[in-house]
Structures are given as structure tokens and as C-alpha cells.
């Protein structure tokens, strides 16, 4: 095994883009550039005769994703100056014939991804013996929001086949290296560097972890605990970046801050309770653990059930911060305290513990299912609730919404263009 390989995939819509990330992304130590998927469907075969034109003394991939019409599509990609076409293992054996014979002719190779392959060791093995160049151990985008990873199998495919082998899905530093560690010659990464604002920084880190691996530093992944993750990725991101992640979803109507500049992160202990009926409010603090946040849904928000008293035991108890669709009184003492309080109305008045209401049952609040256990992030832009099946999904898409972004603000601030002229805006407005 040679010096690992680091191959960048342009996952772009923006072909003019998607060229000067490849050289920012040289320029930090890429070797290999590949055309990925969506710049290919957006731009077509133009897409790889440009990146070739542009960076001829490096290899080019085409990620065709052909599952049928081998060798079509890998003519059409070798044609255009790919040195290696990307196709499907879940494609019958004849196509991935075609595709090897085609590729033969026009002096390219092949690499077969393996995502979703049920049996990937097995498939692997076949790919050999056709006559492939290499195996992708790819974990694939929305895969990855599920927590895939492609670690898992790629020891294991390592130690069955004699072609190198590569590992992508969701790479960052740590996770390439450890890829390199278990055998890979090749690591594929994407967001973690064409979506940063400093594209050649990102990809140097990489090159720079993926070359200790290889030359046997010891490589180490911290394993945290999934509610760890969530909570970091959420700690990261803001509620506009997860709206955008659930598809422009709405935050709870209503309910405003009362101490601006404060951001709340935690799973939902939720309170059920009548209008001034403060409660069960206060015993969900006895029931909330550490890094929580009590989220209310009153019948009514003429009268308090809340207040300083209930916000100072929260506090001692290291409960997140509070969500409250009724009413909230003491405002002036609570934003002395900088306690993170989101509620619908401000009053004077208390109401009385009369014990009526549940805890931790499924409430509407602000018009938002919340059910017990689901994660609140809120800020000054609103509240958002994350379903807990579907946390990690939502935070891992939020936090990629925020790297694209991040790479969009970096292109405004320091090249001087407009956002219309950066995502191609009346290119792709919807044809009537």
C-alpha cells in the first residue's frame, strides 16, 4: 500500500462553483477530484470536461451512479475525460461487464460503490473477480443522517480483497484516518471540505491526519453516546438551519423570549396544567433531570405559572430552560437572572397550585406536538421541537444546511458577490 489517497467528491449544483473548490482543495492536498452526482444531473458531461480541463494533472472521477446501460454511460464519462467512472455494485453482473469493456477501450477504470449492498464483503469479492479497479465503501448522504458508518464494514472488505479499497460517508479528519488505519488507499470526502469556508485548510487537516495514519500514528475516535452527539451537533447549529433541515418547518406560534441572546438545547419534559395553575409546572422540576427543558401548554395565558421562585430551582437543578405556551410573571427578576425563558404573555399575576394537568404526556404547544423525550432547541429566532426518532436525522442535516451556509457567507465576505449570483438563482427558479 502507497500514500493513501484523499479524493474530493464535488457534491455542487454550481459548475463555476464547483471548479474553483477542486483548486482550493488541491491547493490543501487533494489528489484525486471526482464530479459528483448532483453537479453531474445539473451540468451533464460538461461538468467532467471542465474539472479535467482545469486539472489535467490530476485524476478525475465521474460519479456516474450507473446501475443499467454500462457501457453507455461509462463512454460517455471516459469520453468527457473521466480516469475513473463510478458505477453501482447493486447492478447486474452483464452491466458491470459492459462497464469494465467500455472503460478498457477509452483507457479508464472503474470503482464500484457499494452503497446499499446488503452483503457487502460477498459483493466485493464478486466485483474482483469481474475485473473491477476498486471498491467504494460508501455510506451514502441520507444514510448518514440516520448514523450509518461506513467503519463498520470496511475492515472487513479490506482483509477480502486484493484491489484498493476506499472509505467515504459523512469523513471527517479523525474518521479518514481511522479509515486509512483499517487498510483504505483511498478516502472520499465531501461536505466536511467543499462546504467549509476555508476549502485548502480543510482538506490540508485531512491530508495531514490521513498521512500520520499511515505512517502508523495511532489513531483513536472518541465513541459518544447518541444523546452526546445530538446535543453537540444541536449546540452548533441554529433554529433557521434545522427549519431549513425539516423541510422549512414552523416554530411554536407565539411564544417569544423573554431574555434575548440565550440558546436552550435539551430533551422535553412536558407539562399539561389550566390557566394559572401553577402545579404541576413546579413538580416537572422535580421530575426534569439535568439538561432538560420544561415545556408548559396552559389552557389559558391570563394568569402566571411561572415565575422567579420556580426559575431559581431551575437553576439549581441545571435544567436547560423553559418553554411555556400561557402566561409568565417576575420578567424583570428572571432576565436579571439571564435564565432562558420562552413564553407567550407577560403578566403580574399568580395563579394557585391546584394540582390539575399531567407531566410528561404529548401537549400542543404553540401549535407543535411535543411529546416527551423529543429535543427542543430554541433561540431568538424561535423554538423548534426535533422528534426524538428522528433527532439525529434532523441534527446531522441541520448541521450540513449550516456548512453550506458557511461556505455561501465566505464567498459574500471575501469575494464580493451577491447571493442571487453565487446559488445561480435564475438558473434554477421554477420553469412556468
Not at 476555508?198 to 495514519?213: L, M
Not at 433527532?391 to 464567498?411: M, P, Q
Request: net charge negative; with cysteine.
Amino acid at each position: 500500500m502507497g500514500k493513501p489517497i484523499l479524493q474530493v467528491a464535488l457534491d455542487l449544483l454550481e459548475l463555476k462553483r464547483a471548479v474553483e473548490i477542486a483548486g482550493e482543495a488541491i491547493e490543501g492536498g487533494a489528489d484525486w477530484i471526482e464530479v459528483g452526482t448532483p453537479l453531474i444531473k445539473s451540468e451533464g458531461m460538461e461538468a467532467v470536461r471542465t474539472i479535467k480541463r482545469a486539472y489535467k494533472d490530476h485524476k478525475i472521477l465521474a460519479d456516474m451512479k450507473t446501475i443499467d446501460t454500462g457501457a453507455i454511460e461509462v463512454e460517455m464519462a471516459a469520453k468527457s475525460g473521466a480516469d475513473i467512472v463510478i458505477i453501482l455494485a447493486l447492478s447486474d453482473n452483464s452491466t458491470i461487464a459492459e462497464s469494465i469493456r467500455a472503460a478498457r477501450k477509452y483507457g479508464s477504470s472503474i470503482m464500484v460503490d457499494l452503497i446499499n449492498v446488503q452483503n457487502p464483503v460477498e459483493r466485493a469479492k464478486e466485483l474482483e473477480e469481474l475485473g473491477v479497479d476498486y471498491i467504494n465503501v460508501h455510506v451514502g448522504i441520507d444514510q448518514q443522517m440516520m448514523g450509518m458508518d461506513p467503519l463498520e464494514v470496511l475492515k472487513e472488505v479490506v482483509n477480502e480483497v486484493n484491489i484498493p479499497v476506499a472509505g467515504a460517508g459523512g469523513l471527517n479528519a479523525e474518521k479518514a484516518a481511522q479509515c486509512v488505519a483499517l487498510g483504505a488507499e483511498i478516502v472520499i470526502v465531501g461536505s466536511n471540505i467543499v462546504k467549509s469556508r476555508n476549502v485548502a485548510e480543510s482538506a490540508r487537516k485531512i491530508r495531514e491526519a490521513i498521512d500520520k495514519a499511515y505512517e502508523g500514528e495511532k489513531v483513536e475516535i472518541k465513541r459518544k453516546s447518541l444523546d452526546e452527539e445530538i446535543r453537540e451537533i444541536l449546540l452548533k447549529v441554529s433554529t433557521p438551519n434545522i427549519s431549513d433541515a425539516m423541510h422549512r418547518a414552523k416554530a411554536m406560534d407565539g411564544i417569544y423570549p423573554i431574555v434575548r441572546g440565550k440558546k436552550v438545547v435539551g430533551k422535553a419534559v412536558t407539562v399539561s396544567t389550566m390557566d394559572g395553575d401553577w402545579a404541576k409546572t413546579v413538580e416537572a422540576i422535580d421530575v426534569a433531570e439535568k439538561g432538560d427543558v420544561i415545556v408548559i401548554k396552559c389552557s389559558g395565558d391570563t394568569t402566571a405559572v411561572w415565575g422567579e421562585l420556580a426559575t431559581r430551582s431551575c437553576i439549581n437543578k441545571g435544567i436547560e430552560g423553559v418553554i411555556i405556551d400561557g402566561a409568565v410573571r417576575d420578567v424583570d427578576d428572571i432576565r436579571e437572572l439571564g435564565y432562558p425563558i420562552f413564553a407567550k404573555k407577560e403578566v403580574p399575576n399568580a395563579g394557585e397550585p391546584k394540582g390539575f394537568g399531567e407531566i410528561n404526556v404529548k401537549i400542543y404547544c404553540g401549535g407543535i406536538e411535543v411529546n416527551p423525550g423529543d429535543w427542543i432547541v430554541a433561540d431568538d429566532n424561535g423554538v423548534m421541537v426535533l422528534p426524538k426518532q428522528r433527532a439525529y436525522e434532523i441534527a446531522r442535516r441541520a448541521l450540513e444546511v449550516k456548512k453550506h451556509e458557511e461556505r455561501i457567507r465566505g464567498e459574500i465576505e471575501e469575494k464580493g458577490r451577491t447571493l442571487a449570483e453565487i446559488v445561480e438563482l435564475y438558473k434554477w427558479e421554477k420553469v412556468q
